[in-house]
């Protein structure tokens, strides 16, 4: 089965870009991971808040999607063959299953808040190890958390208590 | 763990409701599958026909999502709680993975004629069965097969031989 | 006052053509009301989730009243003359007026559950009468049964009590 | 049942607030039925003008929808609740319903200009009486019969005879 | 000449496929030929209504067009190869050429009428056929056929007489 | 007053732009008259027949003026300044007052019909004079005539009888 | 020759009607001509500033052209025939031809500055007369000035000198 | 530093007109600390509805951003000089802050609707002060209020309480 | 059977109006068929290159409908009866049916050269017959063989032989 | 009052949360003033080339709004409450009001120039501060320091004088 | 290296399509060169009126470059290679480099005027050669030159002086 | 000849900013050249898979166009004149003219393959020189490698072979 190909970008070296590749392969489970549970939210919330969040959630599915197709190509720019196969990812993958089905809003939001977290501090650990040798693959990385992290402020907004 | 409404469509009775929806959810991770296949194929795809079969496949994704989205809402619609997650997928599912990473236009497209004649056939098997109680959901997956059928058409029309 | 034509659809038959429309005139009463019915909701739903209700109703409204244009025009193809009237309707229909005015989003869209409840088991009906005869209707009818279902599944989502 | 607010706009007085919206109502009356009459007309003209007068009232009705939107929010505004039930409308009303079903472009051209006049009389009435009082409600209504006023122009240019 | 592919739509039987397609081919040429009179009407009709049916025409051409590709695309998703040519149309229909030139709108009206009765007469008698072996086929006539009946009662409004 | 600047366009020779320019005026007066008249049948236009010859005359007028901007910056490309003042266009014209206010259809169409007669003999007249001299202006009145030619036969085949 | 009808606009009474309409012809013709010079001078400006002043005219005219057309419906709605011709507009105005042809930014501006102020004094006379009388045409005018008001302040803002 | 032009509107009175200018200008200080109060609440809401009041800010903000743009724009129409600058609306405004940061959706849209009380009472003040001089500001107030009312009742909807 | 009107364009004598049709209605069955041919080949077309040139052929028959339409039209303009029906096609073309159903890329490529150049060599010709006598005629046959003769590019393009 | 949130965005710890959001504040102040400032100029500036600046700068006021939201949300997102009130603005500010009123296209462009160079060199210096701890924010001031350079390079290029 | 075909456009003769597609060769390096020429001077262009001339270009630069696409594309039609490189346009064009770079308004409307001069003089003599052999080619080549000539008038309106 | 101005971006050094600018010349004659020769390919490109790489590369164009147009107008912004003229391009370009004319297209491609490597090899230098004094250039180049690098994909992505 081929994965690699002769080739990486002009300049690089085509060890580290095997390398990175590698990096972002993890990344692209985690995203491809993250555009099914928004839309597994989207169809199981209840309650009162119903259609704000129900509504919500589509942007952000649709902008997670478009992170999954920027990192794969970025993968197959590097050299490598991307995995967008569902059986790798549940195999790979360092995390578990989402655990609600029908649920509230606020018990909802507030696992969807977790697997925020969990996805923005991996991106942020990639950063600072590609940034010396890839700006491009940095770029592209801070992008995607500028915009994951606009998301997640979304849901905590509605999570957040003011003390009085 | 909650799964079921206590409520299905009107004039169809909750145990209907329930059996029909458990036979959607094997719908719904067919067609998540699918989605997750042609945007590897979309990655992985390589050779002279390349730029033609990478944009082809881009609005065969775009319309299966929305299958997925509408099988979803119907299961929530008759009153169960549909199942996004790639565990329950990977779990529940009666295939396996794609088996094709970077692979010329020829390969790869022999191998989505399968995966599409394994989701029809399952689909209009459904078909069948459900048209006496729901023609609802019998009316939903006649629409999908018909979308279905013609990529596949598309697909059959790269690889089909003519005898001189 | 002339209410019929001398023709019907071809292949069909003058007397099943006007049986139909007939049957036919109920439901467009029907949907009238509902599209008036969603439009009062609209403006007199006050509280805590006041404007994500208020813009919920609105494509409903759009689309119901595309409802209403569709079977109109199937009366008048089928040879008869629909009724758009407020008296016609007031007088013929088996139901009441929607029975609250300024109330919380709660209780209106626990009034509206029972208002789709209402229309889709009427429509389910007649699906099962019209089948055998003209298929064209039915296919008509099961298409906006599938959009006022998921309409109520909205409507159901926001009421829905999850037991912890 | 609640069907006003502790509130009116401001700088108006609550007694005024109140009389207005009494007055708008009957005035949401007349556009609701007007928007049902002319869909009404629209699928029971024929003849050899068919197709343009058809296709002429559609934007009649679309911008009378609009109208009824603007009253009844305008209503709401003055702290009051709307009422857009077909069955208050029938009890309320000071008019009978449409007379016509099937008949030719010119019988239904006469009928609907006698509607316009109606309606138009008495917005230009309350136009005289809400002016001093709140001249928000004013402007609202001298737009209204602005577009009235042409979508009659309309129709009395296809009913007009020419002395020689 | 090669005419039948390998395959048909899986879950068919290949025998099935080609008696459809077969079939599928008359609907073909029928509506070919629909698309080229309605065009012929659109440049003779002559007389006091000429704008308004030459307008009416354009869309009911644009619309049967699509049911054109619609049939001849399901024809090869069958494995059969369709025929759009004019030397197969003329000599295999089972009806002569619109009979009028330069003709007024009540003449071409009259014979338009005709010529939708006679396709839409032969749709639903194919329908009727083809239920039980491809609900897939079944469901593309029945959207053509309410299609089609809408556009005839267009123009039967136009020709219809209302007694007094 | 300056009328005439020191360049024309390369290639022509000054004294042609002149006269070319001088005879584009003519036309000039001719179309922005045409537009005037236009609109004034657009409003003035009664009867059975109104609102799809109301319609019908609103691209004319667009075009036509589109007409007029084409012809004035043509002028002033040449090195003239283009006249569109109303007093200038009465005192030089060849041609009076369009003679009809409120008219049936076929009294204004009849008027429309000489009226267009006379703007396309002169416009053909023009193209034979400067096809020599400067194929662009010559081809850009071919394209004028060939609309208006067009619009022309929109109105003919109103008044047109069919002999039976 | 017919100019007007037997009607006026409901409420108003016949002879305040034609006397508005009356008044309204002036400010018809006034509009009309308008349009033509804010043409005339968008071809024949010339200078430093060119780009900028020819294309700040066109938005002008085609809202000015708008004013033309809701004026004239204006006057027909109101039951008398509205005149858009040439000829009438140079017999009946009380203003003389604008005076210049090719020349600077600046002195086309100062011209156009007085065009607009003679427009807009005439139209605030009309406002004061028919405010008790027709709100309706009251309220267009009002709108009218507005939109005129502001043009002339952008064509002030060019001329304007600031003294230290 | 130059504050006045030597003009204002044609049939004014420069005197009138500066007046009219100096009233306007407190309005748009009103104007432009709404629309930056506005957009600090977007940023600040906090609490289960947050994402249905964060976007119903928006097409406010908008709308408001429109109206200051028109007061300005009014100001310089009738000769003086707007102030559009922060430290001059501090200076000259007769009301306080916006008191929260980061709060509950219920106190945020409590505080909104007094702020909007504040607007529109002086709004309508200055309407009646207006009304005799410059019509045309009148009316454009008028628009404004009717908008601001609107936005208002979206408000006072979402904090109304409703007696049982 | 009417054919011909009693007008032709106006300049151009009844003789050569009605000559001209009739050498413009060979092109418009050319034109007719090329449409239905072009059709065909995007159903039959087989092959590793399959997408690319399905896709491809979509705007060609695109165009040449709206070829079809224009001439047609300027046929009627020019006084006669064109005639779009496919018997009268069949009966009157020179050329045979086109040979291949089913078939590769290649083959039917290579046949469509041919039927490109057999429509553009007559076409050109016909430019050279009306050239002196229908300037409008002649350039709107000189724009469709642009068109076609890039199309045919486009078709050459893919069967060219490089030698090396 | 509350002004900051239990958390940060995720790896990046809470104390630097607040200290760049406590530095982000201040670019928000001056963002927020910028687009006061270019709305004030919009309506101030006058003279010969006063159309085109008075355009030039609405893109420049809507994307530097666009700046003003993204550095609010940015701040909520660190879990800081940004500030967007004038008062607030005007007392934290390290700078005076913009010192012009109606002035030259000149005068106000110099002044312009002054103002972009101290919002971009205290861009440029946080730049550099937050680059280590937090590239997310470093990337966003990167990309609002490139537009504002880009407006700056207008502003230049209309006061930059040529030596000859 | 292969630089013609075996084919040129039908009905042409292979001779006269290489002559004419050599000739083009001239023209398309000359069209290039010029898209080039406007981008530079969009860059390089200072002064008061920058902001107007600087928008002025870029629809020119657009439309040459679709002219520089005509043409190539032409060539390509009529079987020979065109040339888009700069190599091959330096070594074979008959003119120099664009003398300016950082210039006021009024220098580089000067020379940019000089070079349309070049370009169109050289187009027009093509159109006198071409004109008999391909009516194709010169209907192209008119087009163009249309499109030149306004757009150097627009240049000339910047320009030119009044002589008072 | 001007050639730089008084100015850099503030807080740079004028020294800094000359010497960025002269660097990015170098890449602005390398993106001018590409753009160029992606059309010089879209022309001269032949075989079976032609239409999907001479529409492939129109994409490609309009970005690498929009790249030049971003590193020249920051040319600009850092006070220094860009060269867009050919000539110049040709005298201080490193590389030659592309070598092909019409060729197959994987001749191309493997052509094409080579250009990209060499623009995106020093694209990638400049980014490590100019990240340490000007971030916002280095951020502008990383965009566009990233862009380029993913068209070299596609590219690539033709001519791979896959061992089997």
Redo the contacts between chains.
């Keep these: 089965?081929?994965?690699?190909?002769?080739?990486t970008?002009?300049?690089?070296g085509k060890e580290n870009g095997e390398e990175i590749a590698g990096l972002l392969q993890d990344r692209l489970h985690a995203l491809?991971?993250l555009q099914?549970?928004l839309?597994?939210v989207h169809?199981?919330?209840?309650?009162?808040?119903?259609?704000?969040?129900?509504?919500?959630l589509d942007p952000q599915t649709e902008e997670v999607r478009g992170h999954?197709?920027e990192v794969?190509?970025r993968?197959?720019?590097l050299g490598s063959?991307?995995?967008?196969?569902?059986?790798?990812?549940?195999a790979d993958r360092r995390w578990?299953?989402?655990?609600?089905?029908?649920?509230?809003?606020?018990?909802h939001l507030a696992e969807l808040d977790k697997v925020?977290?969990g996805v923005?501090?991996d991106h942020?650990?990639l950063?600072s190890k590609v940034?010396d040798t890839d700006?491009?693959t940095?770029?592209?990385l801070?992008?995607q958390?500028?915009a994951l992290?606009?998301f997640?402020?979304?849901i905590?907004?509605?999570v957040?208590?003011?003390?009085a």
Excluded: C
């Excluded at 970008?9 to 690089?12: D, E, M, R, Y």
């Design positions: 089965m081929t994965k690699t190909a002769d080739y970008v002009p300049g690089l491809n991971d099914l549970v839309k597994h169809w199981n919330v209840v309650g009162p808040n119903f259609i704000g969040v129900h509504e919500m999954v197709d794969a190509e993968i197959a720019t063959a991307p995995s967008g196969l569902s059986g790798n990812l549940v578990q299953d989402y655990p609600l089905f029908k649920a509230s809003v606020e018990d925020y977290t923005i501090e942020r650990q950063i940034g700006p491009i940095e770029d592209l801070i992008g958390v500028k992290e606009l997640q402020w979304f905590r907004s509605h957040e208590k003011i003390s």
